[in-house]
């Protein structure tokens, strides 16, 4: 018999002995099955949450700088006062004596349940100034932005995002209609045009722009800022707007040399090395979550093939006993836990991208399933059939022909 | 020189601090086309020396040779090849595969041979086997669907497909009932005629009265080798 044949026969073997036990072979595919669309679908979340990432913080331009308050030093003790250490005049400065900076806006933010007649929406209320479609790149596209007077009298309007203008008012014409939050009716002066892109999981276009002096006196009743954000006059100006800023912001507070910011910047630029270090560990922790789940479902494989072996003691000192050779034995049991394996891994592939799909359609995740995932499981589920079939084969092959055939 | 070439067997068992000669100094030469038994109580050694005779195990001492190459020594892969190409068994439990079909039974030991033949040629000679033992219409059957007489003529069939020199029978009729132990006989008596060395154990003297030479074990010794008074009733019935 040429090289070939035996190997197509020894292959024909252990198809067989798959067909011949469907229920068991199932259910230990099942574990592949599994493992290999956990690592398709996490991967594909992960990576769809690092693209996601990246597109909405290059959405914020390049000359973007936010400030956030930061802890302050007492005595040399870091103490958290509850208290921002931002304030309006801080942002006023920074728009009259730094020369680097072309936009500034105060900001606050605070999450609200929103009512018009019949329909209410949980988002996110944005408190700005009227520089903030400047800072964002972001226009109305029906009615208009609030004024410096609206600001000024801490008027009660909103300019609503388009997913929430969607959802208060499904037959349109938002604009002139009265929105209540937190119980303020509020009247609507416009809506934003559609972001499009999505953050991990969040829609950027659910959210509510309200003049900030409004959001901080009648809805969260307090007088400092939650963040200040700021647009260079050119990308190449953003180090040098920071320095400026850093240097007033310092001088303001009459801080010492020595003394610690009581504030903190970041670029776009640092914001996106961030957020892509995140996504980074979010995607490794899904991966070996994954990973996890795939070499379970090598044990389950494993634990099968001995039962197997076990099983079919008497058969294999039958095939022992007409010629068959250790290696031939060996053979058979691998590529029976190799075809599992592999029909499992192809099998989990398929699953994986279906409910990818499903999760971003019905989610409105993002997810995107790359080749190289595709190639990383599929290939693993080889490796799996091979590292955990190779133990119960070879156990096979070590039978001794006399005992195996006296094996009850 | 005889086919089958015994001298000085030994087997010896270690079974926790005592050992086992289950075979103590056996000299046996069988000649091509000998027709013998192997009888003895059990515990007698007769199942060892099958198990050396066939290739399965190895003696402890003394040298066995077969068609004059001593295979006393080979290495398990040397033996494999010998019990493939040289050997054809027949077990009491027949020791078919389940949910096999005959005919694939009766192929297995092709798949391992050292031959080239292609998936047909092999069909093609199983099929002529199974019809040389009588099954034609059962190939495509699975050992469950099979009587015990027609299980054994499938394990018979499997050890004369590499066209063995040697037939080696443990027990055959052990599990059948007296008519098709008859039956069966009647084909190893065939296949002797037909030139075949077949080795019988039983410990049944109306089966050994099948053979022409009958060899007695007690304790690991042969303590009777002789011919048999041959009845060969079963000729009539097979021709």
Known sequence: ?408 | MPLVDMQKIVKIYASGENEVRALDGIDLAIEAGEFLAVMGPSGSGKSTLMNILGCLDRPTEGTYRLDGVDVSRMSANQRAEIRNSRLGFVYQNFNLLSRTTALENVELPLIYGQAPMSVRERRARAREIIHRVGLDGREKHTPAQLSGGQQQRVAIARALITDPPVILADEPTGNLDTRTSQDVMGIFERLNDEGKTVIIITHEHDIAEHARRAVTFRDGKIVQDGPVERRRRTQEAHP
């Open chain 1, 1 to 408: 018999m040429t090289g070939l044949q035996r190997v197509g026969s020894i292959v024909w073997i252990g198809l067989r002995a798959i067909l011949r036990h469907k229920m068991r072979s199932t259910l230990t595919v099942l574990g592949i099955v599994f493992g290999v669309g956990c690592v398709i679908v996490m991967v594909a979340i992960g990576a769809g949450a690092a693209k996601s990432i990246e597109s909405s913080i290059a959405a914020m331009g390049s000359n973007f700088i936010m400030i956030f308050p930061g802890a302050v030093t007492q005595s040399g003790a870091r103490i958290h006062t509850g208290q921002s250490t931002l304030t309006e005049e801080d942002a006023e400065a920074i728009k009259a004596e730094c020369p680097s900076v072309a936009y500034v806006s105060p900001s606050s933010r605070i999450a609200a349940q929103v009512v018009a007649g019949e329909q209410n929406w949980g988002t996110q209320i944005q408190g700005a100034g009227v520089e903030w479609p400047f800072i964002r790149a972001w226009n109305v596209s029906e009615g208009s932005f609030f004024t410096e007077g609206d600001v000024k009298g801490a008027a009660k309007v909103a300019v609503l995002g388009k997913t929430v203008a969607d959802a208060l008012f499904p037959q349109g014409g938002a604009v002139g209609q009265t929105v209540r939050i937190k119980n303020v009716p509020f009247r609507v002066v416009g809506v934003l045009e559609a972001k499009g892109g999505s953050q991990v999981g969040q829609d950027q276009d659910d959210t509510i722009v309200a003049p900030y002096t409004t959001v901080l006196k009648r809805l969260e009743g307090r007088n400092r800022l939650g963040a200040i954000l700021v647009a260079a006059a050119d990308p190449a100006l953003v180090p040098q707007a920071m320095s400026e800023m850093e240097s007033l912001l310092r001088q303001r507070r009459r801080l010492q040399p020595g003394q610690d910011n009581d504030f903190m910047m970041r670029s776009q630029e640092e914001i996106a090395a961030f957020a892509n270090q995140s996504a980074g560990t979010i995607s490794m922790l899904l991966g070996w979550a994954a990973l996890i789940s795939l070499i379970v479902g090598g044990i389950g494989v494993m634990n099968i093939m001995l039962v197997s072996v076990t099983e079919r003691t008497r058969e294999i000192g039958v095939r022992m006993a007409v010629g068959a050779k250790g290696r031939d034995v060996l053979s058979q049991f691998l590529i029976e836990a190799i075809v599992l394996s592999l029909v499992g891994g192809a099998l989990g592939i398929g699953g994986g991208i279906l409910v990818s799909r499903m999760i971003a359609e019905n989610a409105g995740w993002p997810v995107v399933v790359t080749p190289g995932s595709i190639a990383m499981a599929f290939g693993t589920a080889a490796l799996i059939g091979i590292v955990f079939g190779f133990y119960p084969a070879w156990k096979a092959s070590k039978l001794d022909p006399i005992e195996a055939l006296r094996y009850e």
